[in-house]
């Protein structure tokens, strides 16, 4: 049995992204990052999320994600955004369901940046015996200064659950939502009854009744009930739903529901449907119908599906050889007293005269009020993997118009594809449009692949088009690589347009590398391509003599509006174990304005395990796409283990050569480790303008943790921010916050 307790009020106001870290630093030399744990319990909301955690910039892979205790598997049940902090779950997480992550992160790389709201979820088991259990459940909220959720008791209540071993399961949840508990919600009031307006009921049954399973729900929400961070619902609603599903026999399966909605705000809306499945020797039969409504009298809108498919019935004396498939499908309704109806049917035909031929026929027809009269007849041949071809015709009656298209595909040797396609449509008024299109693939295992398809429109408004795409990879070995592509389209109306690029790579010796790309983007009218738009080309050469020196240059030039050519150097030299130092340069020049020349230096030493120096100084550096930012930063850091301490330090100075005047930071953290479980730590943090030295943002934090595997861990940790005046000018809205923090988890 397992009960998490957290109680604790959270108001964050994180240091927007950018703030904190430097403007312009190069990376320092690389240090192992700190590994720190932490854990963060929150409840469900009706949605998949996002759900926030209270640090961005975590580390991903590693964390362990609950759902009641149950174990999630990423991917398959969720989704971690490690730089936003954020998790998403495929299916939505429902009111009163606890979520527990335990996850890692580098306090160097991390910040306590989300402001979003922190809730602290109770879960304590008050009785277990048997197959029965009393829970009691619960969630205290607290948030930011001025968000629309504020801080108080949202939930509170009790779970009951009757394990009912082979006859199936009872469970019931009663939670409070009282108003009084939300500061700014909207007045005060007593805590409202269980089942009243700030409350939720439910009841959930299942009941084994042989083959069977009897399923009944019942979900009652209250006007004033406030899922977790979330104003209160507004409008009640209650919903019940009964189902019945299982196998009748061995050759026969059942599937009923009937579901019920009632919501003062929008109409009452059902659904019924009944499904049943027949399994013969030569296939399946299936009969279903379906029932929705919504809404009552003239206004209501309603909808009934009926459905009758047999798939893969066997006829013939051999088995196999003949498949019928055969669908119907009627849906009949009402909008607003106007009658919509449809009925659609099709049946198929699968012959296979011999091995690995198949030929298939089929057609589908629907009519009704819901949409035109139409008619869609298909033929498809397939000769193992080497033909395959399918025809498609669909005529629509009410005006005469028809859409129509032709597939093929060969694979008539090893390495080589051909495909062909072409569509046609024809309107009501005599509009036609025709699309053909060619390809051709060709691959000779890794060394060589060829792709090419064109692709020819018209229309009978008069305009003609044409668009191609080549492209070509070409390694002969593993000295040389070659990869072209050619994208061009040739319109009557626009001229023609395109990009060709061209990428090349020679590797005469293990140490030297060479490179290098041309790209070019033109467009003419008339179909003369004469006006380019843009051109770029670039040479790179690389030398690796051993593990411990590295050697670049390169040269770029783009002619695009306006010409600019670009030389880079870049060095890095390991002389020793204990010292890094790694440079990088780059002269740009331009044909109409001043483009600023970029500079990196940084340097690490590392004179044992237990200690990592680095220091970086950067002109201009780029951003993510390669372009120059103004301005020049400068950074020291520190990273040590000595017994049982550990330090990390950082302080930096960013300039961004305008009018903002420059940004000091500094960064210092202190950990004391009392054996394998417990840990002291604390933090401090500024960011302050170099003309202005008392005004600035702060950070200090303190907290403490003891972990004793599976049966307890405990945390306490508290923060607070200030923010001066010295920095209003430049990040505004900010207000001084404080948070506190406590979370024990225990286990027997």
Known sequence: MVSVLGVGALIVVGAPAGLMAPIASAAPAAVAPTRLSATENFVGADTVGPYYLTRTGVMSGDETVQLDNLPQVPALDYTLDPVAGSLIFTRPVSQGHLVRIQYFYDPATSREANRAIVNNPLDVGL????????????????????HAATTGLSNLGVALNENLQKRGSLSARFLLSPASGLVGAGGSSSPAAIGGSGGQTQLNGLFNIGTLKLGAGYDSIGKDFAPQGKAAAGAPKATTDLSLVGPLTQKISLDVGVTRQDQSSSPVSSNDHVKVGISTSGGTVVLSRQETAVGSGTGANTTEDTDVSLNHIALGHTKGAVLLSADLQRKSGSAGGTDRSQEIGSVG???????????????????????????????????????QAKASLTQIAADGGSNRSVDLKLDPMKGLEVTSSDKASLNSTGGASDAHTVGAAIKEGSKFSLDAHSTDQTQSGGIDARTSTVSMALTPNKLVGIKAKLDSSLSSAS???????????LTPHAPIK?????????????GDPTAMLDRKVGTSVALDPSTRLHLGAGYSEDLGTEA?????????LKPITAIQLSGQYIDRTASASEVPDTAVFSVGLHPSK???????????????????????GRSVGV????????????????????????????????????????????????????????????????????????????????QVNTNDTGLDGVRSGLKDNSQAKVGVSARW
């Not at 277990?128 to 607290?142: F, H, R």
């Not at 001229?495 to 790579?505: A, H, I, K, L, P």
């Open 610 to 632: 237990l200690l990592n120096l680095n220091g970086a100084y950067t002109q201009t550096p780029l951003d993510a796409k390669g372009n120059p930012i103004p301005g020049i």
């Open 127 to 146: 009785l277990a015996k048997g197959g029965g259990s009393v829970q009691l459940l619960g969630n205290y909220e607290s948030g930011a200064p001025g």
């Open 495 to 505: 001229g023609e347009s395109g990009q060709r690029t061209v990428d090349f790579q």
């Open 639 to 718: 990273t040590s283990r000595l017994g049982l301490f550990d330090l990390t330090g950082k302080y930096s100075l960013d300039d961004p050569n305008g009018p903002a005047p420059p940004i000091l930071s500094r960064q210092m953290s202190l950990g004391l480790n009392f054996g394998a479980g417990a840990r002291l730590f604390g933090s401090y943090e500024s960011s302050t303008q170099k003309l202005s030295p008392d005004g600035g943002l702060y950070l200090y934090s303190v907290g403490f943790s003891e972990k004793m595997g599976d049966i307890f861990n405990l945390s306490l940790s508290g």
């Open 349 to 387: 035909l699968s012959m296979s005269p011999r091995a690995g031929m198949t030929i298939g026929v089929g057609e589908t027809r629907s009519d009704g009020t819901a949409g035109p009269a139409s008619a869609t007849h298909d033929v498809s041949f397939q000769m193992g993997q080497v033909v």
């Open 514 to 526: 060479f490179g290098a790309n041309l790209s070019e983007q033109y467009a003419g009218a008339n």
């Open 564 to 572: 600019q050519r670009a030389r880079s150097l870049d060095a890095s």
